[in-house]
């Protein structure tokens, strides 16, 4: 009877080695990389300490995208047959809203917003794929928004005696 144990070891092997692959692909600048690298910090850290930091993210993903097109879009086709039903929905949802805003008088235009937002995600996964940032950066940034929050909601309740959501009842208190 043959042992399962070689394979399982390969196979750990590969994954390990693409698990650590996350070097800059060697066309993209270190400028562009360390700029894609902080971005990955900055989205979790200023969308849990501000209102505005999913839109600030966004746009300097979409400049990122931009500016690293040639290196992101070969990647992204290599992907796109597995998120082709997201991105279809994304679309859908961001045509029907689109049309919608257009037919009626009544729905404003603001309303357009989250869908175009969801469709133009892309260029945060063609910015990330043609830089391959560090994870770390990304846990980083968790961490540090985590914490920064936290700070945020101490100096609110406690110095400036905002009140804010507290007890059982919520499902986040801070």
């Not at 750990?12 to 902080?38: E, Y």
């Not at 082709?84 to 919608?100: E, P």
């Amino acid at each position: 009877m043959k042992s399962a144990r070689p394979t399982r070891t390969l196979m750990n092997k590969n994954i390990a080695r693409q698990a650590d692959d996350v070097t800059p692909v060697a066309a993209v600048s270190s400028v562009a990389a360390v700029t894609v690298q902080c971005l990955v910090f900055l989205l979790p850290f200023l969308t849990l300490i501000t209102n505005a930091g999913v839109g600030l993210c966004s746009f300097g993903f979409l400049l990122a995208a931009i500016w690293c097109h040639r290196q992101g879009l070969p990647e992204f086709r290599r992907h796109l047959n597995d998120i082709r039903g997201v991105l279809t929905a994304f679309a859908a949802a961001c045509l029907f809203v689109g049309l919608s805003v257009l037919l009626h008088g009544d729905i404003y235009l603001r309303n357009w917003e989250k869908p175009v937002r969801m469709l133009l995600a892309v260029t945060a996964l063609i910015a990330v794929l043609a830089c391959r940032p560090s994870r770390k950066a990304l846990w980083w940034g968790l961490i540090g928004g985590a914490v920064g929050g936290a700070c945020l909601v101490g100096y609110q309740r406690w110095v400036l005696h905002i009140d804010r959501p507290g007890g059982l009842m919520n499902g986040i208190t801070f």
